[in-house]
């Protein structure tokens, strides 16, 4: 890529590429504050103005419509859980009943494993690992303790050999015979690693061992392909990549092989869409992925959903994702030129195939490093105790944007601006 230095590390480098960009137009659609750089948007995807359009939209069908918004109007709320899911399912390499946009991510994996987890004999184990995000471990050590299981005896945690990587190979091997349920990250929120799905899915299978995927640093980020893989279940979080806004609805894949399966969490909108009004006492569940939902869908938090799910629609998730490699690679490259004389150490991977949407850099000053960012107007995510996640988004980033923040960020190591600050997390790092 690089023609020579000079000109690979000058700011007319990063505007020709700007130029060249295929997705350049998309950035003026969503809304980012005059002179900031937002590099926070696997935290928190940005507004966009379709997804405010398509909440106001949904909150004019409530006032046009009341009650009959269920069934009228441009997204009658009744089915907008089942109509997003097939939007949607593209992006995970799935079949259209194979989705559902429903719950949160913790939600989700409760009603999973309460489903999935059928410890029998001497299979009574979960297998899961020690770079997870933080609440899908407290899920699972509920639902071991929900089953009369202890979770320090019954929670398999694969170590990682450097503290911010996982070996598959390490995995495999964890794959015993008292393993009854495997559950792993797709993208690890530290590292941005992306695990070989396909290949522990295969692995997990051959041993009879159930396996799914927390997709929430992946979704919108890396192309998926769920159903050849035979990955069991899926679940993931909106409000990052795919940019639905803060809180929005959650969403979650059961391959087609365990269609008919009754949801371990039974709700009311686990019925079959035709059955549901009969207001029987006995659940006829939906066969699909339908089931795995519990109460009335979250409309409002829901709608801007639409809007932002139509750019990937439109664009495609292999085009993002080339984007998105390639302002990584060019953060990736300034860093490793601009700051090698300041103490970071990236421990993102290097290699595409296993890196996902963002870098992870440590440095022992990190979280005031963090606020002398955010000071000059770039936004980047601090994680405790000492790592900075900035992930340039292809859909509202650009290369100039990565070049002035490396260049800022030297600015301010160099003249030791992070100094007035405490290194200390604020309240939400």
């Known amino acids: 890529m690089k023609e020579n230095d000079n000109a690979f590390y000058a700011c007319e480098y990063a505007e020709r590429r700007d130029e060249e960009d295929p997705l350049k137009n998309y950035q003026k659609d969503f809304y980012m504050k005059q002179g900031t750089i937002y590099l926070d948007g696997n935290s928190l995807g940005l507004l966009s103005v379709r997804a405010e359009r398509s909440l106001l939209e949904l909150l004019d069908s409530w ?4 009650i009959d918004g269920w069934t009228q109007g441009h997204y009658p709320w009744f089915y907008l859980s089942e109509d997003l899911g097939k939007k949607m399912a593209p992006l995970v390499g799935g079949k259209e009943k194979e989705l559902i946009v429903t719950g949160s991510t913790t939600t989700n994996l409760h009603q999973l494993v309460s489903a999935f987890y059928e410890p029998q004999g001497q299979r009574t184990k979960i297998l899961a690992d020690e770079l997870n995000f933080p609440s ?24 990682s050999r450097d503290g911010q990587t996982l070996q598959e190979k390490d995995i495999i091997a964890a794959m015993t015979e008292d393993v009854a349920l495997i559950l792993l990250p797709a993208v690890l ?10 290949l522990l899915t295969e692995e997990a299978h051959k041993r009879g061992i159930v396996i799914g995927f927390d997709l929430c640093h992946s979704i919108g980020s890396i192309p998926h392909e769920l159903h050849d893989w035979g990955v069991d279940f ?8 795919l940019n639905g806004g803060p809180g929005s609805v959650g969403a979650l894949f059961v ?16 019925s079959k869409k035709e059955k549901q009004f009969d207001m029987k006492h006995e659940l006829e569940h939906a066969e699909d992925a339908g089931a795995f939902q519990i109460g009335t869908p979250h409309v409002l ?5 639409i809007g932002a799910l139509s750019y990937f629609e439109e664009i495609g998730i292999e085009k993002i994702r080339e984007k998105s490699l390639q302002l990584t690679n060019y953060m990736k490259e300034l860093l490793e030129a601009e700051l090698s004389d300041f103490d970071f150490v990236i421990q993102s991977p290097k290699e595409d195939a296993v890196r996902g949407g963002h870098l992870y850099l440590e440095h022992p000053e990190a979280a005031r490093i963090c606020k002398a960012l955010k000071a000059e107007n770039i936004i980047p995510d601090f994680r405790a105790p000492q790592g900075i996640r ?40």
């Not at 929120?189 to 396909?198: A, E, F």
């Not at 938090?301 to 959903?305: T, V």
Request: aromatic letters at 14%; a positive charge.
């Open 136 to 159: 899908d471990i407290y899920a699972l050590k509920s639902q071991l303790k929900l089953k009369g299981y202890e979770p320090d005896n019954h929670l398999i945690q694969v170590k």
């Open 234 to 241: 899926a679940f993931w979080c909106t409000y990052k990549h």
């Open 255 to 270: 391959h087609e092989k365990h269609f008919g399966k009754e949801p371990g969490l039974a709700g009311w909108f686990s």
């Open 189 to 198: 929120y530290r590292s941005g690693q992306i695990l070989d799905m396909k």
């Open 63 to 66: 006032k046009q419509f009341g």
């Open 390 to 429: 900035l992930a340039p988004v292809a859909l509202y980033n650009s290369f100039k944007d990565v070049w002035r923040s490396v260049q800022i960020l030297k600015d301010i190591m160099v003249e030791e601006r992070y100094k007035k600050y405490k290194n200390e997390r604020d309240v939400v790092a």
């Open 301 to 305: 938090s829901i709608a801007p959903l």
